[in-house]
């Protein structure tokens, strides 16, 4: 999984890997989720992958196995949309917490417009967690948006000393002025 960018010769190699254990009927192998990291890692010259992250993020039965494919396809292409679709997916499906969905997404550049609505109304949750992670989502893409500053203000008054780490982490990660 900490394979970086390295290429076409990369991708292809590790998407015949991924082939050929699919066949086998090993998709809960432990090799999976350094496979999808490693499909991620590889940044823009990863766009090969894009349809067996798609199809992972779809179809895969394990939850955790989802969220990485996510995290890869964000690492890929971040405002595509196929990174939508597979945001919106992931964020209806009850049984992956959307802080995950967030924290994946995150690790990605810019969002597309339409993500961008779609996670600014996360910044209206009932929990804490997910309004700092959707903040600081969008805060990679606007770091002066009103909403995103006033959350990590609100974050830095928290009694929770978690909640004031991360609002502090998520100013300094996208530094707002």
Do not use: W
Not at 12 to 35: G, N, T
Not at 44 to 55: E, H, M, R, T
Not at 117 to 140: H, I, P, S, T, W
Request: contains cysteine; aromatic residues 2%; hydrophobic residues 45%.
């Amino acid at each position: 999984g900490a394979i970086g960018p390295s290429g076409k010769a990369t991708v292809d190699a590790l998407l015949d890997v991924a082939k050929e254990k699919e066949k086998e009927k090993e998709k809960k192998a432990p090799y999976a989720v350094h496979l999808l990291m490693a499909l991620g890692n590889q940044g823009a010259d990863g766009k090969a992958a894009v349809p067996f992250l798609v199809a992972t993020v779809k179809q895969a039965t394990e939850p955790h196995l989802r969220i990485h494919a996510l995290e890869a396809l964000a690492k890929i292409s971040p405002a595509s949309k196929e990174t939508d679709a597979a945001v919106v997916l992931l964020l209806d499906q009850p049984q992956v917490p959307k802080i995950l969905v967030l924290e994946s997404v995150s690790k990605g550049g810019p969002l597309s417009k339409e993500m961008l609505k779609a996670v600014e109304g996360l910044m209206l949750d009932k929990d804490r967690a997910v309004c700092l992670q959707a903040a600081l989502v969008v805060g990679k893409t606007n770091a002066n948006h009103p909403t995103v500053v006033s959350i990590l203000i609100e974050g830095l008054k928290d009694k929770n000393p978690t909640t004031r780490r991360v609002a502090a982490d998520a100013i300094g990660t996208i530094r707002p002025k």
